[in-house]
T-cell receptor, first 110, second 114 residues
């Protein structure tokens, strides 16, 4: 059965800090790993990673995948209070369903 | 915003009742997936629809069923509601032509079963 484990489950930082969110996975016939940000309702898409070692960046957020060690990290630099949210990691296998982790609750204090 | 819409926004039902949730996919997307998200958990895959047929199912009982229409919109039906069915129900649309890798979520329907 496909499995995603995220760590830590929650963290509290101050504005301006840099945070690293971790995601490890087990999946049959890996196709992609996705990161989402969930504030109130709908998870919003951040990144999709399919190849090892290629960093994806969007502003202060970046992510990288290691297919050999089966993990990914999401980095957020110069955090802002608007970054407070639950960050979800998900993987897709052969059947294109998303298997999610439990999420990481990030709280950014002013 | 993703262009995926869901209705209703909130719903309160009594145990044993039946409920229908609706989802309209993003323009250009032909596949709809449904997820259940309990409080404090990640979303759990219920099933996926493509070309009006179920195309994969998670570990949910048969009282969870769905439909997809020719315009790619979809319904999720849950019969004989149980208290544990209380959750946020999310639908996500994607394009099979692009491998269904990127799935975009609607705002969800919050179902409360009392």
């Amino acid at each position: 059965e496909d499995k995603v484990v995220q760590s830590p489950l929650s963290l509290v930082v101050h504005e301006g800090d840099t945070v690293t969110l971790n995601c490890s996975y087990e999946v049959t016939n890996f196709r992609s790993l996705l990161w989402y940000k969930q504030e109130k309702k709908a998870p919003t898409f951040l990144f999709m990673l399919t190849s090892s070692g290629i960093e994806k960046k969007s502003g202060r957020l970046s992510s990288i995948l290691d297919k050999k060690e089966l993990f990914s990290i999401l980095n957020i630099t110069a955090t802002q209070t608007g970054d407070s949210a639950v960050y979800l990691c998900a993987v897709t296998g052969a059947n294109s369903k998303l298997t999610f982790g439990k999420g990481i609750t990030l709280s950014v204090r002013p | 915003e993703t262009g995926v819409t869901q209705s209703p926004t909130h719903l309160i039902k009594t145990r044993g009742q039946q409920v229908t949730l609706r989802c309209s996919s993003q323009s250009g997307h032909n596949t709809v997936s449904w997820y259940q998200q309990a409080l404090g958990q990640g979303p759990q895959f219920i099933f996926q629809y493509y070309r009006e047929e179920e195309n994969g199912r998670g570990n949910f009982p048969p009282r969870f069923s769905g439909l997809q229409f020719p315009n790619y919109s979809s319904e999720l039906n849950v019969n004989a509601l149980e208290l544990d069915d209380s959750a946020l129900y999310l639908c996500a649309s994607s394009s099979r032509f692009r491998g269904n890798y990127e799935q975009y979520f609607g705002p969800g329907t919050r179902l409360t079963v009392t």
